[in-house]
């Protein structure tokens, strides 16, 4: 079965960290962009970060940039996003999506991948 499946979500102090995996299953994530997204309640889905396929460009947004970052383990066919000095407002459900065709510098519409996990629910709070 093809899928994407997130993990590593959960409640955390702010200023604390997580690490976000998205596994792939049924395919191999070598070649494919990968992106991660968030969607808080009431707001909009939002890209958050991308890596390329073959040559593993990073681009983080600017409103994370500092403390989240993205990597990729091909081996073990999962992408990570690391998150540091959580915020509050960094509340959200975060999802993963990957497609072979997107390229890096216009990665943020979510209905242009071809594979999109279920997403993994990050709450920030004391």
């Known amino acids: 079965q093809v899928q994407l499946v997130e993990s590593g979500g959960g409640l955390v102090q702010p200023g604390g960290s997580l690490r976000l995996s998205c596994a792939a299953t049924?395919?191999?994530?070598?070649?494919?962009?990968i992106a991660w997204f968030r969607q808080a309640p009431g707001k909009e889905r939002e890209g958050v970060a991308c890596?390329?396929?073959?040559?593993?460009?990073?681009y983080v947004e600017e409103f994370v940039e500092g403390r989240f970052t993205i990597s990729r383990d091909n081996a073990k066919n999962t992408v990570y996003l690391h998150l540091n000095s959580l915020k509050p407002e960094d509340t959200a459900v975060y999802y993963c999506?990957?497609?072979?065709?997107?390229?890096?510098?216009?990665?943020?519409?979510?209905?242009?991948?071809?594979?999109r996990g279920q997403g993994t629910q990050v709450t920030v709070s004391s």
């Open positions: 999506a990957a497609d072979p065709f997107v390229p890096i510098e216009d990665y943020g519409d979510w209905r242009d991948y071809k594979y």
């Open positions: 049924g395919f191999t994530l070598d070649g494919y962009t």
């Open positions: 890596i390329s396929g073959v040559v593993g460009n990073i």
